[in-house]
């Protein structure tokens, strides 16, 4: 018997992607519920989304705007409701090609394999995960002119690496992901400490420390649309430093960093801020 399959769609100020999606998979025979969860719009999001709800859809208001904070209040209201299911967690801004797609995603969830995600096609570039860092390769992440060279060297898996159907990976996109829901309440859900971001690698963390792994299905792609609504109010050295508390988090609690490599990641941070803010300022 094949197991239950619901969704989480978390929206932030972004109706018009969140209703597309929507109606892209409401009639998706194979998903037993959908719940959308508001995370505290200052739009009218929340209002005209009540719109769509039904019997196989609801829609619910988060008071906070952490992602993890609505995927968590997400998958604690369709557990409640339908019980020992996989879960696909969804941004709002991803097309679905169709619902068999869904259907061949789900089936690759197993004992050993807890976290699924197909192919990520982002406007051309295909994300299918990455490896997990080490505390020594986040600094290097922070050299200013030299980040991008250090990301491409140890994060990326080989290419050839996916020329099988499925492909074992560290960390699945953030954007779209299937998660064993037994998995979820086992392990606490979500770590809801960060903001934005390092959300997939903390928990591509518990799974290692349980032995599970996380799978990458290379015969589904879906579209990541980069509706990146949230990004609208957040200027880029506000964005950055986001980016580095959660990274600091992370390395802290999860890597366990010691005193040097903290203070390392605190002062590259520093010099990588200055530069973008340098930059932001002439104009680049």
């Known amino acids: ?49 009540k719109e769509f709800e039904s019997n196989r859809i609801t829609i619910i208001k988060n008071k906070f705007r952490q992602y993890s904070s609505g995927l968590n209040v997400g998958a604690k209201c369709l557990i409640k409701k339908v019980g020992d299911c996989n879960i696909i967690f969804s941004n709002s801004d991803i097309i679905i090609k169709g619902e068999e797609d869904l259907k061949k995603l ?44 250090f990301k491409q060297k140890y994060l990326p ?48 963390m518990k799974v290692k420390e349980k032995n599970k792994k996380e799978l990458v299905d290379n015969t589904v792609t879906i579209i990541h649309d980069h509706s990146v ?16 508390t959660s990274q600091r988090y992370f390395a802290k609690k999860y890597l366990k960093a010691n005193k040097l490599q903290m203070a390392l990641l605190y002062i590259t941070d520093y010099f990588y801020r200055g530069l973008l803010y340098l930059r932001c300022l002439i104009g680049r």
């Open 1 to 49: 018997m094949q197991k239950k399959l619901g969704m989480v769609i978390v929206n932030y100020n972004d109706f018009n992607m969140t209703s597309r999606l929507l109606k892209n998979v409401r009639n998706y025979k194979c998903l037993d519920l959908i719940v959308v969860v508001d995370n505290n719009s200052p739009d009218d999001s929340f209002e005209k989304l």
């Open 106 to 149: 789900s089936s690759n969830i197993n004992s050993d394999v807890v976290v699924v995600g197909p192919t990520v096609d982002e406007h051309g570039t295909l994300n299918r995960g990455w490896h997990l860092p080490s505390t020594n390769q986040e600094i290097l992440f922070n050299i200013p002119l030299l980040s991008r060279y």
């Open 157 to 204: 898996y080989k290419e050839e690496d996916y020329n099988k159907d499925t492909t074992y990976v560290d960390v699945v996109s953030g954007c779209f992901f299937i998660v064993d829901s037994k998995f979820l309440m086992d392990n606490d859900y979500f770590d809801e400490t960060t903001f934005l971001y390092y959300e997939e690698q903390i928990f591509a």
């Open 229 to 244: 609504s949230i990004d609208k109010s957040i200027k880029r050295v506000k964005k950055q430093k986001i980016l580095k």
